[in-house]
């Protein structure tokens, strides 16, 4: 399954914004958690480039030999044999395999991205929950114990309506 443009493109700046978010965490236990997602995924990128660039004729010779099975299998049409002609190009079907196998590596790298992506936006959205409790209780308990007069709390004269 292939991404549009613009699918890549918002995936690629929701990465980027959230690697900015994340490096502004100021939080040791948070920023940890960071560092570890950062370090696996940057780990998982050099172990799957490294596959790529070592084993890339290999996989290229089974999906050129899983091509030329599929072409080469029989096929219930029912056209004359004569009506076609033999299709077969070498070069062709070498030129497809190297696109598959480029495109499985570039499926496993956005692979290892949407994880970094998840577990970055977890630990954001984690962080704007726990900096926005904070404070909240000594706000609460400071509205509790307000020592002001009843005036100054008010911030307005207020009269006792007789009835």
């Known amino acids: 399954m292939a991404l549009t443009i613009s699918e890549e ?43 790529f660039e070592t084993r890339y004729h290999s996989r290229v010779e089974m999906v050129r030999q899983r091509l030329v099975d599929d072409a080469g299998a029989k096929s219930f049409d029912l056209k004359p044999r004569w009506a076609g002609e033999d299709a077969f190009d070498a070069n062709e079907l070498t030129r497809q395999a190297e696109r598959e196998v480029r495109q499985a590596h570039q499926q496993r790298l956005a692979k290892i991205d949407e994880l970094e992506r998840t577990g970055l936006k977890a630990i954001v959205e984690e962080s704007m929950r726990e900096n926005n409790l904070r404070g909240t209780a000594r706000e609460q308990f400071g509205r509790a114990v307000d020592r002001r007069s009843h005036i100054e709390r008010r911030g307005q004269w207020s009269r006792n309506r007789e009835r």
């Open 9 to 51: 493109l918002s995936r690629s700046f929701d990465l980027a914004t959230l690697r900015h978010e994340a490096s502004t965490l100021k939080a040791p236990h948070q920023w940890r958690r960071v560092t570890d997602i950062w370090r696996q995924c940057d780990e998982a990128r050099i172990k799957e480039q490294k596959r």
